[in-house]
């Protein structure tokens, strides 16, 4: 299973790199990356030792590019035909749901790697807080997965690209700013279980711990959950349009 | 090879397969015949696990598609109608990726691959992007992939659809060829191919089979003796029931 995950993980990740697509989302990425930084987060106005300036947008940045990377994952199968020839091969549909979600992975890894650069000079500059700041490209690595299994799951209920682009965009934007909080009044919660329990729903209250330099088990385990719960449902949608 | 028992397809309120029972041994050559619309695709996407049943049971060399899909499936070629391909791959990339999913070895993909550019002669065009292929290139790619873990079952939906006379006749005699040790299912409503190819004939109209039969059987149902007759006379009487 592994190696035929692999083998679509090629596939899928080689294919980006065959269209303007790829080289269109890397220079996107660092353009808008850079303008939000050094514009709209006043990097040489605020205290910049974890990067701040830099960190604080990337939620949103992710939220608009990865549906632009995932809509045609599933769409353009199901467009083209080859959705037919792909799983009537001997392979298990996790294998192939995996496959793509992984190359969609892998390639915001690429993406935030472009940055580093920008960390190296900026270290030379200022005395920074590298612990923290690894911990926050962490934190950046985790949001783009979510959002990266969001988009795949999305991309495989339509045929058209852009009703899954702004479909997985919406999903993405309303998953990382819902905050949960207001349940608490809601509900008159006052138990400590309780309020924990609400509050470490929200998407942000983990990415804020992670930019603040706590990676933490129960953050990687939270990621991970909503990592799952997409690609999860994207193995039974493949299997419910078979019958 | 092949047995298929109380086979029900819907799709919504349509009956696209209705109450199918069959049972398809090597060394056959099955043309599916019958209009567009009889369910023909229909079958094929139930026989190669692309599409599950509502009812009955597919068992390909005693492997349930249903419940051993991969192990099934490791047996079959299948080429789709209009033969989708990934255009931004070359001939060989696509074939290595083909390959890999089978589980081919290096050593096993270029042997078999070189067998293949040969049978098909590829050679002219294996570096080149699939998306640049004529029709016919493309239709020999699919069944070259299609062929790569040399399935015991080759399913082919309309194969030489859009292929000129000569590159027909090269594809015909490769079915039968192949199909002397294995098992080839070959859809169509070309009468033509029907004739040159078939040693067994399954009619298929409105998702039910309405003959099972040989090619000389059922040139014998028309006073004439053409297939075309025996197919149109069939088929309307069955449209008019």
């Known amino acids: 299973m592994i190696y035929q995950t692999f083998t679509i993980f090629q596939k899928e990740l080689s294919g980006y790199f065959k269209t303007p697509l790829a080289y ?54 199901r467009r083209s035909g080859t959705m037919e020839l792909l799983l009537t091969q001997p392979i298990s549909y996790t294998s192939v749901v995996l496959g793509k979600f992984f190359s969609a992975w892998i390639f915001c890894f690429m993406l935030l790697c472009t940055t580093i650069p920008f ?21 950046c690595f985790l949001i783009s997965g979510v959002f990266c299994a969001i988009g795949c799951c999305i991309s495989a209920f339509n045929k058209g690209l852009v009703v899954a682009y702004i479909c997985t965009l919406f999903l993405s934007l309303i998953i990382s700013t819902v905050n949960f909080d207001f349940l608490i009044g809601q509900f008159n919660l006052s138990d400590d279980v309780s309020i924990r329990i609400i509050q470490s729903l929200n998407f942000s209250k983990h990415y804020n711990d992670m930019t603040g330099g706590q990676v933490g088990f129960d953050n990687i385990i939270y990621y991970f959950s909503m990592i799952a719960l997409p690609l999860w449902l994207n193995i039974l949608t493949i299997e419910y349009k078979k019958n | 090879m092949i047995e298929i028992k109380n086979l029900h397809k819907n799709f919504g309120r349509i ?29 094929m996407r139930l026989l190669t696990g692309f599409i599950f049943p509502d009812s009955g049971e597919i068992k390909i060399l005693n492997q349930n598609i249903e419940h051993n899909r991969i192990e099934a499936l490791s047996h079959i070629g299948y080429v789709p109608e209009n033969s989708p391909l990934y255009g931004d791959m070359t001939v060989f990339e696509y074939l290595k990726f083909i390959a890999k999913l089978h589980h081919l070895n290096d050593s096993v993909f270029i042997e078999r691959c ?35 873990s040399k399935p015991k079952i080759l399913i082919l ?31 169509t409503h070309i009468m033509e191919e029907v004739e040159a190819l078939s040693t067994r004939v ?40």
Do not use: C
């Open chain 2, 157 to 187: 939906d309309e194969p030489t659809e859009g292929l000129d006379p000569n590159q027909k006749h090269e594809l015909r005699e490769f079915i039968k060829t192949y199909g002397k040790n294995n098992l080839v299912i070959v859809s």
């Open chain 2, 15 to 43: 009956k696209a397969i209705k109450n199918i029972n069959l049972s398809l041994k090597q060394g056959e050559i099955i043309t599916l015949l019958g209009p567009n619309g009889a369910g023909k695709t229909t079958f």
């Open chain 1, 119 to 139: 960390w190296i000079f900026i270290n030379i500059i200022y005395q920074l807080d590298n612990i923290n700041i690894l911990s926050s490209y962490i934190g």
């Open chain 2, 202 to 241: 399954i009619l298929i109209n409105k998702g039910k089979i309405i003959k099972d039969t040989t090619t000389d059987e059922l040139k014998a149902l028309s006073p004439s003796g053409s297939i075309d007759e025996a197919f149109r006379n069939i088929t309307s009487n069955r449209s008019h029931q």
């Open chain 1, 24 to 77: 269109f989302l890397i220079s996107a990425y660092i353009l808008i990356s850079m303008f939000s930084t050094f514009y709209l987060g006043a990097f040489f106005v605020l205290n910049n030792t974890e990067l701040f300036s830099f960190f604080f947008f990337q939620n949103d940045i992710f939220a608009l590019l990865i549906p632009a990377l995932t809509m045609r994952l599933w769409a353009e199968e």
């Open chain 2, 114 to 148: 070189q067998n293949i550019i040969k049978t098909f002669s590829l050679s002219e065009v294996i570096n080149q992007k699939i998306e640049t292929l004529s029709k016919g290139f493309r239709h020999r790619v699919a069944i070259s992939a299609a062929l790569l």
